[in-house]
């Protein structure tokens, strides 16, 4: 018997009641359907749909509120809160609320100056429906000491900072002052002293002259200082290394394992100096081979707690720029005492493993020895000693290169996904000018290198991480990995369909992974391979320094650590001081503190990945300048509502299409399919589709690059408009800094 419409509407009322005493429940979080149900014991289709449908109209009625497509919560009792301000040089502000990470957008004239990374408190404005809510800063409680780079102008009645920020986009007002020298052209660093409220423009001073704009030095430690990364090291810590010897003793090799006769050698790349693992090899009389992974024992010479310590925990990792390395450590440990030069006895921190032919390790040892390399390579003699059996070592080599092969497999088979992109590389001149592109692809000289330093690395952390007894495994430093997000993996496989490729979003992490290294093994020799492969790393989480184990899923390891890099990682120099403290029996360490130093390395590795980015775009932008009015093929990219991003076959730079530029018709972004569609002629230019474009602007600055399309013949497929009309970044063109313009009271100081 069909239900009356008085026992339906008894149900869905019934059904919003529990929905309500749910969220209830549950105070300030955020939840979609599917969360609910499962809280509700709902698992039908028409059930999930009730759901679904029931939460919609709590929006609409106002019982609900939905932050995100398909994510619902309380309405906020109070319309006072707390949170993290988000400025944009577009002027579209926002705060991040810390009860719930609502992002709520706050206009200009209701900011009170914050800047980005203030924590501030809010007044939310009365909630309409289908009107965005918006809040008003109502004080800044604790204001960011931050700094900003740019440009410097001197005149005669005015000096000011035009900014390089896309965080700020008004100029800085200096005092002559708090000029510290600078002049017009000057690339300087200037921190924000003032901006009271009812100035347009804040007022701050030098706190550095980099150089001049434009100059190779200054734009690169502009890069650094943009991140907050340093570009000099303190003449104090670098005395304090200098002070430091060898100190490689009779007594203190007596403490270690000798293993100086051992056939001991470096790979790595051509210019590096800081060598900071070695390989060992022996045949022993079993016809087994012993393998040693020896790493440079950092540690015996930086003490807990010394200014060397304190810097190297502050920096936390070396900074891989285009044209330089600026080092953790001063160049005394990192390229001299500490570094595994050839025929120098040097201290180590050794892994060494029984491996029979199959690459079974049959046992290992951990612990303290010293070495004396007999030869260094480079990855190119490396390979050529692979690729032809012949040179120094080769039968050595060439067994290494076996055992590593057979780890790698296995490796995959075991579910580690293999991501092996080509990184960018950059022919540069004595000023620094890059003259050419070229790509570094991964050999098996470079393979061989790393599945020996993720086989120490795995060891070390296992050995640790299971314990010796049955009793709770000891305070630890671990590399994890955490599973990707299910929403990105069914993003990456819809993009990798409109290619041609199959994913599986869903599954056993195995399952997705093989089918993750199929479509990067397919797609090899591709012009799409770069942007998949870019696409597929950007899918998982990122890896990061935590006490929590909770394994490493891309490499497929229940246990992992850093343990091979103590020259370039601090989280390496923790490694090691651990398994110092635990090889000699010690209690665990304090867990809290272990703690704070993983989530500051894990910063500041981000941080320095992007300042590495940011430096290759730069180059990019500078090398493509020189090749202004070029026609080149490219894939598209990315398509967002203000145009296409291609990225150049032949050299993997980037650069924009602007929407503006497409001026042969009116496109409408179709986020869905990833494409721009036009509205009259239904041209659709879409993501992956092969474009030909010639480079139309440089901006070194912003360090950004614009094309436009053209046919086979280099001709434009459709005229660009003037770019003065240019909405570009949301950055108005600047007004005279002398303006003024007054509203509000409150001051920011």
């Not at 679904?52 to 319309?79: H, I």
């Not at 240019?726 to 003024?740: A, L, M, V």
Request: with cysteine; aromatic share 8%.
């Amino acid at each position: 018997m069909a239900k009356s419409s008085s026992d339906s509407k008894s149900t869905a009322k019934s059904l919003r009641q529990q929905v309500r005493d749910y969220i209830s429940q549950q105070g300030h979080g955020t939840f979609n359907y599917k969360q609910v149900a499962a809280a509700l014991g709902v698992s039908s289709q028409s059930q999930l749909r009730s759901i679904a449908m029931t939460l919609a109209e709590m929006d609409f009625d106002g019982d609900l509120l939905q932050v995100a497509p398909g994510k619902y919560k309380l309405p906020q009792r109070s319309n006072v809160t707390t949170g993290t301000f988000v400025r944009r040089s577009n002027g579209k502000n926002s705060v991040i609320t810390d009860a719930d990470g609502e992002s709520i957008f706050v206009a200009e004239r209701n900011s009170l100056h914050a800047l980005n990374g203030d924590k501030v408190k809010v007044i939310i404005a009365a909630r309409r429906q289908g009107v965005e809510p918006e809040a008003e800063v109502i004080e800044i409680t604790e204001p960011l000491d931050q700094t900003f780079i740019g440009t410097l102008h001197v005149e005669k009645g005015l000096s000011y900072l035009s900014t390089d920020s896309k965080f700020l986009a008004n100029d800085i007002i200096i005092p002559r002052s708090k000029l510290k020298g600078g002049t017009t052209g000057d690339k300087a660093i200037v921190k924000i002293t003032s901006w009271p409220d009812e100035a347009k423009n804040p007022e701050g001073e030098v706190i550095d002259i980099l150089g001049k704009t434009g100059e190779n030095n200054a734009e690169i430690h502009a890069i650094l200082a943009e991140f907050g990364l340093p570009y000099r090291y303190p003449k104090n810590v670098d005395a304090a290394a200098n002070k430091i010897e060898a100190g490689i003793t009779p007594e203190e090799v007596a403490k270690r394992e000798d293993m100086r006769d051992v056939l001991t050698f470096t790979i790595d790349p051509k210019d590096a100096k800081d060598f900071d693992d070695a390989l060992s090899f022996r045949l022993l009389a079993n016809g087994n081979y012993e393998i040693g992974v020896h790493i440079a024992d950092v540690t015996h010479y930086v003490r807990p707690d010394t200014l060397l310590d304190r810097e190297a925990q502050k920096r936390a990792t070396s900074v891989y720029l285009v044209d330089r390395v600026v080092p953790m450590l001063p160049e005394h440990l990192s390229n001299g005492i500490c570094s595994l030069r050839p025929n120098e006895e040097k201290l180590t921190f050794s892994c060494i493993f029984e491996m029979d032919s199959a690459a079974r390790v049959l046992n290992s040892r951990i612990g303290r020895t010293v070495i004396c390399s007999d030869r260094r390579y480079a990855y190119e003699e490396a390979q050529e000693i692979i690729e032809t059996g012949r040179g120094d070592y080769a039968e050595e080599i060439t067994t290494l290169n076996n055992l590593a092969k057979i780890m790698r497999k296995e490796r995959f088979q075991n579910g580690s996904v293999e991501f092996d992109r080509a990184e960018v590389k950059f022919d540069i001149d004595e000023d620094g000018h890059p003259t050419g592109v070229y790509f570094k692809v991964s050999k098996d000289a470079n393979k061989l290198i790393e599945e020996f330093m993720l086989l120490a690395n795995r060891t070390v952390a296992t050995y640790i991480g299971r314990g010796q007894t049955k009793r709770k495994p000891k305070a630890f430093v671990y590399r994890v990995h955490d599973q990707p997000d299910p929403g990105k993996l069914q993003d990456l496989a819809t993009v990798a369909r409109a290619f041609g490729y199959k994913i599986k979003s869903s599954g056993s992490a195995k399952e997705v992974n093989r089918s993750i290294n199929k479509m990067l093994a397919d797609v090899k020799g591709q012009p799409e391979e770069n942007y998949l492969s870019t696409l597929a790393i950007r899918s998982m989480a990122k890896a990061v320094y935590s006490t929590d184990n909770i394994g490493h899923y891309g490499l497929g390891f229940d246990y992992y650590t850093h343990f091979t890099s103590p020259i370039r990682r601090f989280p390496d120099m923790m490694v090691h001081r651990l398994l110092e403290k635990y090889l000699a029996g010690g209690r665990s360490v304090n867990l809290e503190k272990l703690n704070e130093q993983c989530s500051h390395s894990s910063t500041m590795e981000q941080l320095a990945a992007n300042a590495e980015r940011a430096s290759i775009k730069y180059k990019q932008v500078e090398y493509m300048a020189d090749h202004l009015g070029e026609v080149y093929s490219g894939v598209i990219s990315g398509v967002t509502e203000w145009g296409l991003y291609v990225e150049l076959e032949e050299n993997l730079c980037e650069g924009l299409v602007p929407v503006r530029d497409l001026a042969d018709d009116y496109y409408d972004f179709d986020e869905k399919n990833y494409s721009l569609v036009g509205r009259r002629r239904g041209t659709r230019y879409r993501l992956g589709d092969r474009v030909t474009v010639k480079v139309a602007r440089a901006d070194l600055d912003r360090k950004q690059l614009d094309f436009i399309l053209v046919d086979s013949d280099g001709n434009p497929l459709c005229e660009p408009r003037d770019k003065s009309h240019s909405p570009r970044n949301g950055k108005k063109s600047r007004k005279n800094p002398r303006t003024d313009e007054r509203h509000g009271k409150k001051r920011r100081r």
